[in-house]
């Protein structure tokens, strides 16, 4: 049975949205194994064990956000399951860009750190390739971006993490693989060159 500050990964499919408060007893144990990490992004089946502290902050106040790869199947659909599940504002332009922008601000939702649950990760934008990787490095860009100490209070980045949740092992792997080739290519985002990944400027 995994302990209070530990969850399998079916427990974190069955995340929502919302903040909570978290403590930070009992946090001295090693963390379970993942499936894999990808750059910035975390791939691992569902019957893997996750350490809660490997993925949330100590103490204070984090958001969790779930997202369906299934109802993902294209940008349209990603967009609008972002939005969705972030609450972004209603200037959110509905393209790749605007999405890289909400993701590295969240000023509306302020937390001490966030946690996107992706379920059914293979199936994320599965009418685009191209699409699929874009997305794939908006998030590992975004994750970088808070862990940036600087202009954060307190000097100190702030956990930004992202969990790809797939039904089997071999399909983890396969992911894995995809999310390496996507962070691999490092190229921009469609139509706009000066979006660059940080610390590439």
């Not at 949740?165 to 000066?194: F, I, K, M, Y």
């Amino acid at each position: 049975m995994p302990t209070p500050h530990e969850f399998t990964a079916d427990q974190a499919e069955a995340a929502t949205d919302f903040v909570v408060a978290h403590g930070a007893e009992d946090r001295g144990q090693k963390a379970y194994s993942w499936h894999g990490s990808t750059g910035q992004l975390v791939i691992c089946s569902r019957r893997s064990l996750v350490e809660l502290a490997a993925v949330l902050p100590a103490t204070g106040r984090f958001v969790v956000a779930r997202l369906d790869g299934k109802r993902m199947a294209d940008a349209d659909h990603a967009f609008y399951e972002f939005s969705d599940a972030l609450h972004f504002p209603g200037y959110f332009g509905w393209n790749w860009n605007a999405l890289f922008d909400c993701l590295r601000d969240l000023h509306w939702i302020p937390a001490d750190g966030y946690l996107i649950v992706v379920e059914n990760a293979p199936c994320l934008l599965s009418s685009s390739a191209e699409d699929q990787r874009t997305l794939f490095r908006i998030l590992s860009w975004a994750v970088e971006r808070w862990a940036n100490p600087l202009g954060r209070p307190g000097g100190k980045g702030v956990p930004f993490k992202v969990l790809l949740l797939c039904d089997r092992d071999d399909e983890a792997t396969v992911l894995a693989q995809e999310v390496a080739r996507a962070l691999h290519s490092g190229r921009p985002l469609p139509g706009q060159a000066s979006v660059e990944a940080p610390g590439r400027r």
